[in-house]
């Protein structure tokens, strides 16, 4: 098992260093300068800017000084935000973002698994049917249209919520079940799938056979082969989360990661764009390693190069 | 033939092709039978709700466009890019798919693994900041003298103008794209390559290409054709999404992604806005997926 970490630790951090790197040059190579705009500023003013920013140093500099700031978490200042370093704007995202990102990942557990389930127990009752024929549209619903539908009906028509807005717990009910829904559906899908398959093994008869409780064959038996599907996702979504938030952020107004890499593109602010898709990279590359360590512990098959990875 | 057979056991994938068919054919011609223009701007008709008498049918926009127009006109948009990108995205992932199942051993745990990381990254963040940084004449001058396009010619314009994100947004999706299949494929050619079929073809003297070509691949087609038909929706979406951020196509080019972020902002005062350009997209998403899971279920389940 101290192996097989190690040896994703190994992938990760070449990982890491290309998708940095790789953004620093996307940034690097656009074309147009940060401070072009459409009121052009006079050559010394702009050579001055560039100085104070060292933009006029030669590229192996600044990816030098990139990386170091990087290393300290030190992101720079903003182009266009005067007064704040990125490293604040992020924080300050973070602490809206992260909450919302929680929130809805913790619904999509809370409520696909048992759903998934109950899906796989009693496939005949009609409730469940129902449910899942919901699951199916809400893996192909866009979140985007999702929201919006929501809004015009619990804000717009029974006034229930509020349409848009950041602050009060009132402001955290449909973003987060916009963003979620997705997600409830795949994974009670996806659980559905693994414990039908689970169910079906030979192993499982034996069990019965042996006179277990139906519960202990569910929970001890049943349910730890059936989850790794549903784990395997958990990687890949959370890249679809940051990038769902992103868009949730736009449709409800609120102030988190997303709305300023938003405007970050929209206004070509370099370092701030850098400094956001940095660090979703690094967060997202951690997050997936802690995911994989936690496959390799449910299925110790992996962590041998046995397992085949579903 | 088995084709024909598989839809007709399956009425709701009939459905869902004929659907997509009409659409395909609405987008493509219909624009042809309208008595407005996508991008006629009429302000005193600002905002009028569906109507049979003015000839809106689905009503204005706030600018007095006539939505059916702007609808068509996305579609072909959508359309487009979805196509376009769904085929770059099946041939770097059936080459790669196939060169890491047919070399196999290390090269094909490298490859592999770079799959499986590429899946974790959020590439979609890395496509926003291509699109906003690089649709710029800078870019574009460059791009026409490389492929020695008449400075004046039609060409170069429509490259200066909606070409260049049109042509960005086929690069950025159709080189993100490609992961599942690569490893439908591996998984496939790794199962097919130990047939005697392939032995034989090897004894009689075929090459490495000739045996992926013509006796691998075609034998993986069924997938392929599947999970192809399935990332048409998924890139569709994406360019959605991407649209729906305000940083696609610029207005009056609109894709239905577009035109769901102008509905949303006019929502409480003119609701078609948001409903149709949202519930034709939805439908289309949807169709796209049921003719899709047909198609893998009817190879998953031969023998």
């Given at each position: 098992m101290g192996g097989y970490i190690f040896k994703r630790l190994l992938l990760a951090i070449p990982l890491l260093w290309l998708i940095l790197t790789l953004t620093f040059f996307l940034v690097r190579w656009a074309?147009?300068?940060?401070?072009?705009?459409e009121r052009a500023i006079p050559a010394e003013i702009e050579a001055h800017l560039d100085r104070h920013y060292g933009l006029d140093k030669p590229w192996y500099v600044q990816y030098a000084n990139y990386m170091r700031g990087l290393a300290r978490f030190d992101f720079g200042p903003s182009y266009r935000y005067p007064d704040v370093t990125v490293g604040e704007i992020v924080r300050h995202g973070l602490r809206v973002s992260v909450p919302i990102g929680f929130a809805a990942y913790a619904l999509a557990l809370g409520l696909g698994l048992p759903l998934g389930v109950l899906a796989a127990l009693r496939p005949r009752s009609v409730v469940v049917r129902a449910m899942m024929g919901l699951a199916v549209f809400g893996v192909v619903t866009p979140n985007f249209v999702l929201g919006p539908f929501l809004v015009l009906f619990f804000?717009?028509?029974?006034?229930?919520?509020?349409p848009a807005g950041w602050?009060?717990?009132?402001?955290?009910?449909l973003p987060v079940v916009t963003l979620s829904a997705a997600y409830i559906a795949y994974i009670a899908r996806l659980t559905q799938s693994g414990l039908q398959r689970a169910l079906a093994q030979d192993y499982i008869r034996t069990a019965r056979a042996k006179g277990l409780r139906p519960r202990t064959i569910l929970l001890r038996h049943a349910l730890r082969p059936a989850l790794l599907p549903v784990l395997s996702f958990a990687g890949p979504s959370l890249a679809f989360l940051v990038a769902g938030t992103v868009v949730i952020e736009k449709i409800f107004a609120i102030p988190g990661l997303g709305h300023f890499f938003v405007q970050a593109a929209l206004n070509r602010d370099y370092t701030l764009i850098l400094g956001i898709v940095s660090f979703t990279a690094i967060a997202l590359i951690v997050l997936n390693l802690l995911m994989d360590i936690a496959i390799a512990l449910l299925d110790p098959r992996i962590a041998l190069g046995k397992g085949e990875r579903v | 033939m088995r084709m024909w057979e598989l839809f007709r056991e399956r009425p709701l994938a009939l459905v869902a092709a004929g659907f997509l068919g009409f659409v395909s054919i609405a987008v493509l011609i219909g624009p042809m039978g309208?008595?407005?223009?996508?991008?006629q701007t009429d302000l005193e008709l600002g905002l009028s709700p569906p109507s049979w008498a003015n000839g809106h049918y689905l009503g204005t926009d706030i600018l007095g466009r006539d939505l059916l127009a702007r609808l068509l006109q996305g579609g072909r948009l959508s359309l487009l890019v979805a196509l376009v990108a769904t085929a770059i995205s099946t041939t770097i992932g059936v080459i790669y798919g196939a060169l890491s199942g047919y070399v196999g051993g290390r090269v094909d745990d490298v490859m592999m693994r770079i799959v499986d990381v590429l899946f974790s990254l959020p590439y979609l963040f890395l496509v926003l900041v291509l699109m906003a940084l690089f649709a710029e004449p800078e870019v574009v001058e460059p791009v026409i003298r490389l492929l020695r396009?008449?400075?004046?010619?039609a060409m170069a314009e429509w490259l200066r103008g909606p070409g260049v994100r049109l042509v960005l947004l086929f690069i950025a999706l159709g080189a993100v794209s490609w992961l599942t299949l690569a490893r439908i494929v591996r998984g496939q050619i790794l199962a097919l390559k130990t047939e005697p079929f392939v032995e034989a073809a090897r004894a009689a003297g075929a090459g490495t290409w000739t045996i992926l070509v013509r006796h691998l691949l075609p034998n993986a087609s069924g997938p392929i054709i599947a999970y192809t038909v399935l990332t048409v929706p998924s890139v569709m979406l994406q360019e959605a999404f991407i649209s729906f951020l305000g940083l696609g196509l610029q207005a009056p080019q609109a894709s239905w992604g577009a035109l769901v972020y102008e509905g949303v902002q006019a929502m409480s005062i003119a609701p078609w806005l948001l409903v149709f350009p949202a519930g034709i997209m939805v439908l289309t998403l949807v169709c796209f997926h049921v003719v899709g899971e047909t198609l893998r279920e009817a190879y998953e389940r031969r023998p």
């Open positions: 074309p147009g300068k940060p401070f072009l705009r804000s717009l028509t029974l006034y229930w919520f509020p602050g009060e717990g009132r402001h955290f009910v | 309208l008595a407005y223009d996508y991008a396009l008449r400075p004046d010619g």
